[in-house]
């Protein structure tokens, strides 16, 4: 029995609404062209004879012709990614998997994903599996380098630990730099004061690629500040046992890989930590600053449009916020301690 054209199109807007509740300022490109495709089918349904006359048309399809349920698409859309320096690649179908989606799907080498074509070389990327364990690979990634200048090159030879220090890039315990080329400037925008991430193979530090570039906020671009600037201060007098915070709520937007030791410091005066990525949907983001007593926002390491949309809800909500230029503990301690003033 085949399903008719009202059926099939209320299942298509069906999905339409699931699409449209996964949206954020981060995937709108992504979404719409999704949706676009969408369209595309319903018109094209619209514009089919209805079910009777397309069941009669099938007299005239010929014996040997392939059978619907050869016809049918693969139900199994997966393929195993192979990790490259920047971005992945699907072996089987011959497709690059770009590096945005690398980072939005938290993908790994060896994981299971499925790829949707969706027309003009632009493809839907989901996770379908993840790899059971992590593969070894001689592939290095060294994330928060500072570009800076040399003669009249862009260089990488310090980069930003997860304490906020300025650290010197060492390959084999030696001083590297990273000459960056004209066409690596140009592609990626890069100038002095970006803030990189950088991969290279760990047998051929001379093989590497810049793979991302941190947004700053949409300010410009400026030199490295000192090494004093990033250096925690007396961290044992900023985390010892208080109640400064008074059981406060604190929303940090950022500084993703660090969630224990930031929960640890801010338990540590009276407070209670949430902590979000800048990938959460619309909802459950404002949601999120809905229930807390004050928002801090590490500038680093969040998209604009995330950090964005937060102070938008902060002050929809009354909520203090602030925004960090660091990622150390001491910073985020001294930052919410002055926020408890104004919550």
């Known amino acids: 029995m085949f399903m008719n054209k009202q059926a099939m199109a209320q299942e298509a807007v069906s999905e339409m609404g699931k699409i449209i509740q996964k949206l954020t300022l981060d995937n709108v490109e992504e979404i719409e062209d999704v949706l676009l ?24 399809v010929p014996e040997n012709a392939p059978s619907e349920e050869e016809t049918k698409p693969k139900s199994k859309n997966r393929y195993e990614l192979k990790r490259q320096l920047k971005g992945g690649y699907l072996e089987e179908i011959d497709l690059y998997v770009p590096e945005h989606i690398i980072r ?9 994903i499925s790829a949707v074509h969706l027309g003009n070389d632009k493809y839907h990327f989901e996770l379908v599996e993840k790899v059971a364990e992590q593969r070894p690979t001689n592939r290095v990634q060294l994330n ?22 300025i650290k010197s890039i060492k390959y084999n315990d030696v001083p590297h730099t990273f000459l960056i080329n004209n066409e690596a400037r140009i592609k990626e925008d890069l100038e002095v004061g970006s803030i990189v991430d950088i991969a290279y ?22 030199p490295p500040l000192p090494s004093s600037n990033y250096k925690i201060k007396n961290p044992k007098s900023d985390t010892k046992e208080t109640n400064e915070l008074k059981g406060k709520k604190v929303l940090l937007l950022g500084g993703e890989g660090r969630t224990a030791e930031f929960e640890k410091a801010i338990v540590s005066i009276g407070g209670e930590l949430i902590h979000a990525y800048g990938n959460e ?7 999120m600053i809905k229930s807390c007593d004050m928002l ?4 680093l390491n969040i998209n604009h449009s995330a950090a964005e949309k937060a102070k938008e809800f902060a002050k929809k909500y009354k909520k203090p916020f602030r925004l960090m230029e660091s990622r150390g503990i001491s910073s985020l301690v001294q930052t919410a301690k002055s926020l408890c003033v104004e919550a």
């Open 37 to 60: 495709s969408y369209f595309r089918f319903l018109k094209i349904l619209n514009g089919l004879k209805g079910t009777d006359d397309f069941e009669s048309c099938l007299e005239d």
């Open 104 to 112: 939005k799907l938290g993908l790994e080498d060896g994981d299971f």
């Open 144 to 165: 928060y380098c500072i570009l800076s200048k040399r003669d009249s090159m862009l260089v990488a030879s310090e980069y930003l630990d997860k304490d906020g220090e």
């Open 201 to 222: 193979y760990s047998n051929n530090i001379d093989v590497f690629k810049v793979i991302w570039k941190h947004n700053t906020e949409g300010s410009p671009h400026v």
């Open 281 to 287: 949907d619309t909802k459950r983001l404002e949601s």
């Open 296 to 299: 801090i926002t590490m500038k």
